[in-house]
């Protein structure tokens, strides 16, 4: 019965070594898992950390890209409005000098001889001055615009305008305010009136459309421009 006793006791002292022993190992076995997981949580939230710092960069440097971007276009929208604007004032330049076939409203007046006297160079310039005189903004003589350099002077039977032969009927094309035109012609004892006298016979139309031609080449092979 002793023997049975002390055998008991062992095994029991046996298996409570054993369950102290595995419940050592459990809990040496958790903190370890434990560390391992903080270690894992930790390596975890520096890498997130690191990606939200990289991402700012980027973030801050897309912006940066934008901005140059926006500066970029500014600066392109600002050179072609400027090109634009040189292209219309080159434009602009070139209708004063006749350099560009142009129309709109004004007037159509056809001009010949009814009588004795023919039609000559001076009669042509006083219509073409009365015509100046209403602001007109071009002016043709059967189709040869009439520009600063244009000469206008008796050839015979002919008159020459930018050393071209021109015959009756004369038809002389004005783009412009036709109200003022018509009125500067007919003032008493103006051109008009003097054509009546020498027995011309005149016919001047309103019409809404006048086409008037481009000068033709007119040359400039003498010039030279001078610098301001």
């Not at 973030?59 to 600066?75: G, S, W």
């Not at 009756?168 to 003022?180: E, F, L, S």
Request: net charge negative.
């Amino acid at each position: 019965m002793k023997a049975f006793r002390t055998i008991s006791l062992t095994f029991v002292c046996l298996v409570l070594g054993i369950m102290i022993a595995w419940q050592y190992s459990s809990v040496k076995i958790n903190q370890v898992l434990a560390q391992y997981e903080k270690e894992d949580v930790n390596q975890l939230i520096d890498e997130l950390l690191m990606e939200k710092k990289n991402n700012e960069n980027l973030k801050a440097r897309l912006q940066e890209l934008q901005r140059e971007v926006d500066a970029f276009k500014n600066t392109e929208r600002g050179d072609q409005q400027y090109i634009e604007e040189l292209k219309q004032a080159v434009l602009n330049a070139r209708i004063m000098a006749g350099l560009e076939t142009v129309k709109g409203e004004g007037l159509v007046i056809t001009l010949k001889a009814g009588g004795l006297i023919p039609v000559e160079d001076r009669h042509i310039e006083e219509l073409i001055n009365e015509l100046k005189a209403s602001d007109v903004q071009a002016i043709s003589v059967n189709d040869e615009r009439i520009v600063a350099m244009s000469e206008i002077r008796n050839a015979g039977e002919y008159i020459m305008i930018n050393a071209r032969q021109l015959v009756p009927t004369y038809t002389i094309k004005a783009i412009g305010d036709a109200d003022k035109m018509e009125s500067s012609l007919n003032l008493l004892a103006g051109v008009l009136d003097k054509f009546e006298y020498y027995e011309f016979e005149v016919d001047i139309k309103r019409e809404k459309n006048v086409i008037i031609p481009a000068v033709r080449d007119i040359p400039i092979d003498m010039l030279t421009p001078v610098e301001q």
